[in-house]
């Protein structure tokens, strides 16, 4: 099985209105509620691929248990970790005309010191069953800036290979310790390495623990850089639509086809036809199925000089 | 004790973020939790004041569970009748710079038919024992339209006064069972009249069937057209602040006055005065104590011509 963390898993609501107007009062006319978090994505999307995953984190208060009942249904295994503090809601605002998106994230519970414990006492006996594990998103208050890269080092020791995909400090502290694999997107690798030219940017973020970067370039695919070479994978043209969910489609690409000791080009085809097969879904955060296997096809990967 | 009615109550959500941007994603830095609908709101500041409050309505759901043990520890008596669908969210985002405020409003609960009886049934005995009634704001969807009139007619028949403080056609339907008291602002009275002259209006409101109309003109006052004269009151200087909850504090003003038999001007210039100290207090919906106590011996208020 396939194990994701979520540390700030999150009660995610869609509220569809008109016209997003500042300062002005909305009736909102459609509500969708949703099990989220990176790492609940990428597992949803993983048990589309085939794989069996297993979710973890934490979750807490009556927004937790809403979470836990919704994800009770679907295919990942819940072993989430119960906190006092209440989960966090996350809120995208869509405009109906335009589909675009105004996100609201509320901050998430205080983890105690006790509760974080608990957590990497649940986290060691679910390494040991893991084909591969990816840690995602951010860290919700309490939780210590290091955490990443404490659970990047368990993952190491366990010889689970291990994919880390978040932002800011957390990331930076986490590469210290060598992960495995790090997704980051352009704005992320800039804010890391203070260059905006991606190829460069990824080469610089390997430098710094990653054993293999891959960064997402939105539209335009991914750029690779790896032990084993470096590699630019391209959509057939440019994708619109939504793209809340596709960095969590690559990761459950780039994961699934690992754990299948798939080369690197076809990792890289697998992730970006899943990418864009979710920026075409009309559900934000699900992939069109027929679209994903007709674009397998048609991804170029290039392999580019060391 | 006075009764407060609310169909569609709500769990009220406050985020605080920087500024609202939209199509950009936000952390929320505040958030925090009341319960609420105009009724409750009311029923608060009436306890306040020292009158018991008891508050009906609907609630059900996660969300109602958690407005219901948000109101247990608060003093107005719950006998809000339970419901199969879920109590409606609303999202108040405050940019932080500016106190403005954007506001999103979930629908509330399908209501069935067997639940808008079973509301009836309890509404008979509650209103027994009322010395006022005030219904309050929207209807949730599959609640009647007439919903309002209906609930006057039963609140007339039993004697008891009625205040009636909702817009559009429940307001218009509600008007012909002929409630003692309505209290719209300068927009309700505009689209239920078609004029946007408050006095003019608010005659042509009670020829429609109110007894008497407070109709409100936000930071200059009220004026009042009754069956004993014609008043307006103002407060001493046009008050700056949140005016969020400012109307719910009328109301309930309007009421204990009721309740305690003043005379029209102490009642205008209570209802003031504690709109005002709404207004000016910190916490959106709570009134400034102290400011009210200040308020009322300079509040004007000045009789018209009928």
Redesign the interface.
């Not at 997003?20 to 006319?29: E, F, G, N, Q, Y």
């Not at 675009?100 to 901050?107: F, G, S, V």
């Given at each position: 099985m396939i194990l994701t963390v979520t540390l700030n898993t999150a009660l995610d609501l869609t509220?569809r209105?008109p016209e997003?107007?500042?300062?002005?009062?909305?009736?909102?006319?459609e509500?969708t509620e949703r099990p989220g978090g990176k790492g609940l994505n990428v597992a949803r999307v993983l048990t589309a691929l085939g794989h069996e995953s297993v979710v973890t984190g934490f979750a807490g208060g009556?927004t937790g248990?809403?979470l836990r009942e919704l994800l009770a249904p679907l295919a990942p295994v819940d072993a989430l970790v119960p906190v006092a503090g209440s989960t966090r809601r996350t809120?995208a605002?869509v405009?109906a005309a335009t589909g675009?998106?105004?996100?609201?994230?509320?901050?998430g519970p205080q983890i105690t010191a006790a509760e974080w414990e608990a957590f990497l006492t649940a986290y060691e006996p679910l390494l040991r069953q893991a084909d591969a594990v990816a840690l995602c998103g951010s860290l919700p208050p309490g939780v210590p800036v290091g955490a990443y890269a404490d659970l990047v080092r368990r993952a190491r020791a366990a010889g689970v290979p291990v994919l880390l995909d978040t932002s800011g400090e957390p990331l930076r502290r986490g590469l210290a310790a060598r992960p495995d694999l790090i997704k980051p997107n352009a704005d992320e690798l800039a804010r890391l390495t203070g260059s905006r030219e991606p190829l460069r940017a990824a080469r610089d973020a390997r430098r710094r623990g990653a054993h293999a970067v891959v960064a997402s370039l939105g539209p335009e695919g991914l750029v690779a850089v790896t032990p084993d070479g470096t590699w630019q994978a391209t959509p057939p043209s440019p994708v619109r639509g939504n793209p809340t969910g596709a960095g969590d489609s690559a990761v459950a690409a780039l994961l699934s086809s690992l754990v299948e000791n798939l080369p690197w080009p076809s990792r890289l085809t697998r992730a970006v036809a899943l990418s864009a097969a979710t920026v075409l879904a009309p559900v934000a955060g699900e992939f069109d199925a027929g679209a994903y296997e007709a674009l397998l096809p048609q991804v170029r990967v290039e392999s580019l000089p060391a």
């Open positions: 509220y209105v997003l107007v500042p300062h002005a009062s909305h009736r909102v006319d509500v009556r248990a809403v809120i605002v405009d675009d998106t105004t996100q609201l994230n509320e901050p």
